[in-house]
């Protein structure tokens, strides 16, 4: 089946990346998985030929450490990829997960002289003559866009990031591949099925194709700046539009303290606590209030500025979350932090979907796991721990966190890192706990429930307009013979098992008392063979009738055992 899928490519344009990625993972010793993904066939066919010699020193590492290394080799869209599976807790184990974080998305810088040429065309006109400055050594550089200091020409100092030359055709390469490996896995593989890695990568390739656009970092930036317009203590970088575009954007250069730079933050005074404080307060208010989170919120997207102030930069990778799915994470966080195993099963019972689920051996150890917390005080509980804890239960059962739920995952436990980081006695659920009762509280406010209650009467009213309608529809299909009922019964087949069961035994029950009978009257008739001082035929009967009594016996007892 793959080697056909892989045959049928009508992308020629892509057998050149495909040479590229067999040849990595050939490399790492993956070989296996390129021949049972078809690739092999197909490269040959192309006239590539391979040479399936793995290296000796590479192929003897760990799987996770070749994965690692076969992932920085292939390119930004890998790379990133590995960085969304390091949130996936729920479905990697801890030594998997510890490799895929060890992915930077790091890259060597582009010469100036190459991207000078795409500045030119976004800029519409020479850079010299937009900047009074621009440095061509970049600040820094990753997988899809590079960093440099500029200095507008009222003196403005700001960042000029530039998306790399030729990138976005060698990523759209990447993720056409991911969505054909994706149908691949859940057409052979079943049981990868059920983590639905075709939603997985769909979700992946709209991160990628926003990433990919630069315009849309700083639409990011600007909506999560207007949430914390009454938060002066927050600080996201101003966006210059006149020239920022999908290649390129322009954006305010901030000067702080980076937040890796903890001796610096101590020679300037500034108070740890607090900024640990603020930093958890403004990544919970995203998450929670908002519904639209900075997803990366690592040390190397964070500064800190004077009066205990906090810098956000780099909006590439947002999280969001609908109003119905934040009510889902608040019932979650609360179960967990308030004790409630009943909150936790109904929550991940939602998000296990149509997944068939050991009810009674998930609900057990979900009590078991929240209960080992009863009593521990607030300031102890390790909230990145516990959803760690979580995802590798849910992993015993074959569950799998919606994917748009990863992110979210991520966040927490980075702030978490970061806060204790920052303050030893940092308590992220102290810090959530007022934030989960607002949640809880505005749920049922006045406002909410009168908007509610109209939405169900107007819900109510569209359906009760709509039947006149629906029943000359369902009319017309009835005179028209194309009307069709569909039952479903899920107990009927062991309805009719049970039926036949019981007739199995009434006839059984027949058989024997005709055994017993007819023998009685045998036993009355003095002729015939003898065995034991009896006639045989009547003694044969008796026996055939407690050997069908005993299993009949049998029988109703085991019937008895499995209906309990």
Known sequence: MPSIFWETLNAARDLGRIH?????????????????????????????????????????????????????????????????????????????????????????????????????????????????????EPLAAASIAQVHRARLQDGEEVIVKVRRPGIRPIVEADLRLLQRLAKIIEAESPEMARFRPQEVVRQFTLSMRRELDLAAECRNA????????????????????????????????????????????????????????????????????????????????????????????????????SPDRRVQVVDLLHGLVEREPSSVVEVLLDWAGDVEVEMESLKLEIGEFVDQYHGVPLRELNLGAMLTDLAALLRDHQLALPPDLTLLTKAVITLEGMGCQLDPDFDLVTEASPFLRRSLLARYAPDVLARKGWQTLASG?????????????????????????????????????????????????VVIA?????????????????????????????????????????SIWRSGRNSQ
Do not use: C
């Open 20 to 136: 590229d990625i067999a040849s990595v993972l050939i490399r790492y010793g993956f070989s296996d998985m390129v021949r049972r993904l078809g690739m092999a066939a197909t490269l040959e066919r192309a006239g590539k030929v391979l040479h399936w010699k793995e290296i000796g020193e590479l192929a003897r590492l760990e799987p996770p450490a070749r994965m690692r290394g076969a992932l920085e080799e292939m390119g930004p869209t890998f790379v990133k990829m590995g960085q969304i599976l390091a949130t996936r807790v729920d479905l990697f184990s801890p030594e998997w997960i510890a490799e895929f974080e060890k992915l930077q998305d790091r890259a060597p810088a582009v010469p100036f002289a190459q991207i000078r040429e795409q500045l030119q065309e976004d800029l519409g006109a020479v850079p010299e003559e937009v900047f009074a400055e621009l440095i061509p």
């Open 222 to 321: 600007e909506r999560i700046s207007r949430n914390f317009t009454a938060h002066p203590e927050i600080v996201i970088p101003k966006v210059y539009w006149t020239w920022t575009g999908e290649r390129m954007n322009v954006q305010e250069l901030i000067s702080g303290i980076p937040g890796r730079d903890l001796a610096a933050i101590d020679q300037a005074g500034l108070d740890r606590k607090i900024i640990a404080r603020r930093g958890a307060q403004a990544i919970l208010k995203m998450i929670l209030e908002d519904g639209f989170f900075h997803a990366d919120p690592h040390p190397g997207n964070v500064f800190y500025l004077p009066e205990n102030r906090i810098a956000f930069i780099d909006f590439g990778m947002v999280g969001r979350l």
């Open 461 to 509: 009213l569209d359906i009760l307009t709509g039947l006149p309608k629906d029943l000359r529809q369902l009319l017309r299909s009835a005179r028209s013979g194309r009307l069709q009922v569909h039952v479903d019964v899920t107990r009927l087949q062991h309805f009719g098992d049970q039926l036949d069961r019981a007739s199995s035994r009434l006839t059984m029950g």
């Open 514 to 554: 005709a055994l017993i009978i007819g023998s009685s009257i045998v036993m009355t008739v003095g002729r015939g063979p003898v065995l034991l001082g009896l006639p045989l035929f009547g003694l044969l009967g008796f026996i055939g009738a407690a050997i069908g009594g005993i299993w009949l016996l049998i």
